[in-house]
Antibody, heavy 121, light 110 residues
């Protein structure tokens, strides 16, 4: 079965760089049509799509955040890593990774449980 | 890349039907049949309920259905049940592999 799990620091200071890792199983990012995205949700607020990486190693970013984001993958480890620079308290929220099976156009069909990141000095 | 517009809240009584709208633009909802809907219960990860505007993943009740007209997509839940009370989010492909979510709708089952 497909599972995803996010990991990373629970607390970061303003101006620091956040690094989150999504470790997944049940599929391979070397399979054509598979993609993994990062999505975040501030407390009590809406979901926001951040970035996507696909099986071809193409990378796509939210227009408003692209200067701060880097997404990468390690296919051998079944991991996707997101880095976000210059963290600010407004970046506080739960960060999710989610799979897209583009072969069937199934967007975000599996999600991790999310990891809460708090930005505070 | 602006967020899609959803009503902040909708409500209905058990057994009734409700519809949640999701309004975008000709650059996202209006251009692609790639709208998806997610259900999120408090403290839980979102769950895919509808993809490609009208399709249901395996295991999702047929009480959930989706549609689209122009720049507005809709999610309809028929035969409301207490367990349907949750937040609902739409998401659309917006070209160049960009995705955009809606602001979310809180469904209350009276």
């Amino acid at each position: 079965q497909v599972t995803l799990r996010e990991s990373g620091p629970a607390l970061v200071k303003p101006t620091q760089t956040l690094t989150l890792t999504c470790t997944f199983s049940g599929f391979s990012l070397s399979t054509t049509g598979m993609c993994v995205s990062w999505i975040r949700q501030p407390p009590g607020k809406a979901l926001e799509w951040l970035a996507l990486i696909d099986s071809e190693d193409d990378k796509f970013y939210s227009t408003s955040l692209k200067t701060r984001l880097t997404i990468s993958k390690d296919t051998s480890k079944n991991q996707v890593v997101l880095t976000m620079t210059n963290m600010d308290p407004v970046d506080t929220g739960t960060y999710y990774c989610a799979r897209t099976n583009w072969n069937y156009r199934q967007e975000f069909d599996y999600w991790g449980q999310g990891t809460l990141v708090t930005v505070s000095s | 890349q602006s967020a899609l517009t959803q009503p902040a809240s909708v409500s209905g009584s058990p057994g009734q039907s409700i519809t949640i709208s999701c309004t975008g633009t000709s650059s996202d909802v209006g251009s692609y049949n790639l709208v998806s809907w997610y259900q999120q219960h408090p403290g839980k990860a979102p769950k895919l309920m509808i993809y490609e505007v009208t399709k249901r993943p395996s295991g999702v009740s047929n009480r959930f259905s989706g549609s689209k007209s122009g720049n507005t997509a809709s999610l309809t839940i028929s035969g409301l049940q207490a367990e349907d009370e949750a937040d609902y989010y739409c998401c659309s492909y917006a070209g160049s592999s960009i995705r955009v979510f809606g602001g979310g709708t809180k469904l209350t089952v009276l």
